[in-house]
């Protein structure tokens, strides 16, 4: 289970409402690399991860992300606050107001609703940490294309944070990686899946 | 920076320590460093939750400021600029 703290992890305090900046910050909330994805990819693969550090790495960093996907809702909330008729269509966001208002709805910046269809939990721990790995770049890379479209420093300070822990949590799913092809057959890492062959 | 404001960085600051060491003791339950470095920081922070919902309230529901009224409604929620 989970506790809630009534607080973010990091503070968001963006002055300035920019809803052009809203538009594409929301792509890490709902889209294909988001926050939302990826606590739902590390949540799920979790069950049957074979070793004690794995099941520990996939649950705190999937919970990590909860409170990721907490801050990049935040911005996207604070930017779309006190806007007018003019403001919504002048900045493009009316594609989203019209549906969601300044509700926040999961999606990509290009108006794609969230989809499981963008991670995998396949059983194999292999399988799922190099995925998560490449995950993490992902969304390490999107960060990097937010900070070269935004200016505003108060934005900016978020989007930094938050890609820093990308690539920390890179960093883990890497030595999770290690502890498993450590105790695998180091002639054939593919001998047996140690998530389904090895019975407990 | 408010008073609140500075609070509240400070249980943010320690609370990310906390964190950030779990998540490294994840993948070396064995360091007695990182050990040491996680007690450390997990004891700042829970010195500086208590002096923060002393002033502003509760950061959890099971916290004991919730004692007379149900206080856990009245500060402002994380996402609001008031909050920060």
């Known amino acids: 289970m989970w506790n809630y703290e009534k607080k973010l992890e990091y503070p968001v305090k963006i ?11 929301i792509s ?36 990590e992300e909860l409170s990721h996907m907490e801050m990049v809702c935040s911005v996207v909330y604070q930017l779309t606050r006190n806007l007018t008729p003019k403001e919504i269509k002048e900045s493009g966001f009316d594609v989203y107001f019209v549906d969601h208002t300044n509700g926040l709805y ?15 939990s396949t059983g194999d721990p292999i399988a799922d940490l190099m995925e998560d790995m490449a995950a993490e770049q992902k969304a390490r890379l999107t960060y990097d294309n937010i900070l070269r479209l935004v200016d505003d420093p108060d934005v900016r300070d978020v989007i930094k944070f938050l890609r820093e822990r990308e690539i920390v949590h890179f960093q883990r799913f890497g030595e999770g990686l290690r502890l498993v092809t450590d105790t695998l057959d180091a002639k054939n890492f593919y001998a047996y899946n140690p998530s389904f062959d090895v019975k407990r | 920076m408010s008073d609140r404001q500075k609070l509240l960085k400070k249980v943010q600051m320690y609370s990310f320590a906390v964190t950030d060491s779990a998540m490294f003791l994840d993948s070396h339950p064995d360091c007695a460093e990182a050990l040491a470095y996680y007690n450390k920081y997990k004891k700042l922070c829970e ?23 149900w206080a856990w409604v009245d500060a402002p929620f994380p996402w609001e600029l008031a909050a920060n």
């Open chain 2, 47 to 69: 010195e500086a939750k208590k002096q923060f919902e002393q002033t502003y309230g509760p950061l959890t529901i099971e916290s004991e400021q919730n004692d007379t009224r």
């Open chain 1, 106 to 120: 999961p999606v990509a910046a290009s108006g794609t609703p969230f989809s499981a269809e963008i991670f995998q």
């Open chain 1, 15 to 25: 002055k300035t409402p920019n809803p052009t900046a809203a538009k594409i910050i």
């Open chain 1, 28 to 63: 890490q909330f709902g889209g294909p690399d988001g926050e939302l994805g990826a606590s739902m990819r590390y949540l799920s693969q979790r069950y049957t991860a074979p070793l004690p550090e794995v099941k520990a790495i996939l649950n705190d960093i999937g919970t």
